[in-house]
């Protein structure tokens, strides 16, 4: 895991990355709302807080980038180090050329939301239904006979 600290200020920020150690990775300053982001996939927590950020995040097709560093390299070795520098180099000169990763709508975010409480209470219900029929099969077993609700089957169609 790495640590990253980041002071802001209206127009910069001051980054140090550390590992688990605390040992000093990286240390830059860099300007506020001034980075373009080359990233080979357009979902994810990153990209995701990257253009929230206001970040502009393009999201490069990984088979392009391959060819890209094709282009500028006689190995063809492929490292993740050599494919940051790859991505950094194709934001910086055809940037024009790919698609920006756009953030959600608002409607979009509040149906994620939604979608989210609604999984959490069905995960929910699932999991008292199970705990019901746990206590009953201890204490009262004929409920679970007189009750279908709390029947076996009952609990695999609340799951869905």
């Known amino acids: 895991m790495i640590f990253v600290g980041d002071d802001w200020s209206e127009d910069h920020h001051d980054i140090e990355i550390q590992d688990e150690s605390g040992a000093r990775l990286a240390k830059r300053r860099l300007p506020e709302g001034q980075a373009a982001v080359g990233i080979e996939t357009d ?55 790919h698609r920006r990763v756009a953030g959600d709508s608002e409607l979009a975010d509040a149906v994620k939301v939604l979608a989210r409480a609604h999984q959490r209470l069905v995960w929910s219900r699932h999991r008292q239904v199970l705990m019901l029929r746990s206590m009953l099969r201890e204490y009262y077993p004929a409920a679970l006979v007189a009750l279908p609700v709390i029947s076996p089957t009952a609990t695999a169609t609340v799951t869905h």
Request: hydrophobic fraction near 40%; avoid cysteine; proline fraction near 2%.
């Open 43 to 97: 979902r994810g927590l990153w990209v995701a807080a990257l253009v929230e950020a206001g970040y502009q995040v393009y999201a490069v097709n990984p088979k392009v980038a391959a060819r890209y560093r094709e282009r500028h390299s006689s190995s063809g070795a492929k490292s993740d180090a050599g494919d940051a520098k790859v991505l950094a180099d194709l934001v910086r000169t055809d940037r024009h050329n």
